[in-house]
């Protein structure tokens, strides 16, 4: 299993999603929410968690790299959004036979095969 790291506040700052992933899955355990996580209802709930994401940016327009002009409230807002929709992307993959750190790279190698970078 991957190992996490923490900064000097004790903060994690590098996990892996074989981490979470076991989080996640002793978590719906300890609650007996196995039942309920069908790949259709995570779907569902992820989309509803996409939904709430996009309604922060939904009236701003466009918005500067780094976000410098939005307060530490809203960007903390953002963070547990953004954490919602990957926490449910993991148990999804997950609940459907999918390790989702594979499937990225080979997306990520696919990807660059199909969309090569320009030579300069």
Not at 2 to 10: D, H, P, S, T, V
Request: aromatic fraction near 6%; charge should be negative; hydrophobic fraction near 40%.
């Amino acid at each position: 299993m991957g190992e996490e790291k923490e900064n000097a506040e004790g903060r994690v700052v590098d996990i892996s999603l074989k981490d979470l992933s076991k989080r996640l899955e002793e978590f719906a355990r300890a609650r007996d929410w196995e039942k309920y996580h069908s790949p259709r209802n995570l779907l569902l709930a992820m989309v509803g968690e996409v939904g709430e994401l996009s309604e922060i940016f939904q009236w701003r327009g466009e918005v500067d790299k780094g976000l410098p002009n939005w307060q530490q409230s809203d960007k903390e807002h953002l963070g547990e959004e953004l954490s919602d929709v990957l926490l449910y992307l993991i148990r999804l993959s997950d609940i459907c036979g999918i390790d989702l750190g594979d499937a990225a790279t080979k997306k990520l190698v696919k990807n660059a095969i199909k969309y090569p970078a320009k030579v300069l």
